[in-house]
């Protein structure tokens, strides 16, 4: 097809579906956000945890150069290399990621990877394997998406990297995580994920979710990730919680789902597959012993 047909067909579909702000739904020129939810959109620009994307106060580096910490992960260092955030989970960033999440807005994550990729800040390329937060099976098909592995996928196309939307799995289902301290959510998930060698070792890999509260589950994952031999392992999440924000996040918010959907993008991924077994049945633990 020509240039001029390509460009009719657009025309045609703007004016079928025009593009809209992701928040608000007024017509805009590009795939994002209006400059009235831009202005709102609390993204996370000044100075960051290194370790969680948690916002800090200062300019952004220590003095001689290096990463800064926040007193949580000083306190208590993260089994991960390094954390990024594209915002906080405030206002419209919240209301954003609960639509992405329960809204049934998988095209969100669109724009959201892209925030997610200039948020990275050189931490994904080429080398580097994008890896979800994955779910258990029965709840994946429960809510028909993940929006971690959709998230991964659009990270993953900027930054022209492998996405392996099944390096990591659900082997036992746990209970919800809403209201428990952190020390309670790293036991019940314990032994609860599991990272297929065969795709993550020697690799440098990216996990990526939507939500950072606790961390506890990212934790897990990233544990799962070196005992499978991965050689470094960051994470990389849209949207980070404040310590004294208020905000409580259920188990719904923070965990996510694994699918890979390829109506939502045509983009040529390179994708590592692992075929799995069914889903078992509702409560059963499918660890192998």
């Not at 370790?51 to 926040?70: A, K, M, V």
């Not at 390329?125 to 929006?147: E, G, S």
């Not at 919680?241 to 789902?257: C, F, L, N, Q, Y």
């Amino acid at each position: 097809m020509t240039g001029a047909g390509v460009k009719a067909l657009r025309a045609v579909a703007d004016a079928v579906w025009p593009r809209t702000c992701m928040t608000c739904e007024a017509r805009v020129e590009e795939e994002g956000l209006c400059p009235a939810c831009w202005r709102d959109m609390p993204f996370l620009r000044a100075a960051r945890c290194d370790g969680c994307g948690l916002p800090l106060p200062g300019p952004g580096d220590e003095p001689d150069g290096g990463p800064i910490r926040c007193d949580g992960c000083l306190a208590e260092p993260r089994p991960w290399a390094a954390g990024r955030a594209a915002l906080a989970y405030a206002g419209p960033a919240r209301a954003l990621v609960l639509r992405l999440k329960h809204g049934d807005r998988p095209d969100l994550a669109v724009g959201a990877g892209l925030w997610m990729h200039r948020a990275a800040r050189g931490a994904v390329d080429a080398d580097t394997l994008v890896v979800p937060v994955p779910l258990h099976p029965w709840r994946l098909w429960r809510r028909r998406y993940n929006q971690a592995a959709l998230l991964a996928r659009e990270l993953a196309r900027h930054a022209d990297a492998a996405f392996a939307p099944q390096a990591l799995r659900r082997v036992r289902r746990t209970p919800t995580l809403d209201r428990r301290p952190r020390a309670e959510r790293m036991a019940l998930l314990d032994r609860a994920i599991a990272a297929d060698p065969a795709q993550v070792a020697g690799q440098a890999v990216a996990l990526v979710d939507d939500v950072m509260t606790t961390g506890a589950t990212l934790a897990a994952c990233t544990e799962a990730l070196a005992g499978a031999g991965a050689a470094r392992v960051t994470v990389h999440v849209l949207a980070r919680v404040e310590r004294d924000a208020g905000i409580v996040i259920s188990e719904a918010m923070e965990e996510s789902p694994d699918e890979d959907r390829d109506d939502l993008h045509p983009a040529p991924l390179r994708v590592l597959h692992r075929s799995d077994p069914p889903p078992p049945p509702e409560g059963r633990d499918d660890r192998r012993a």
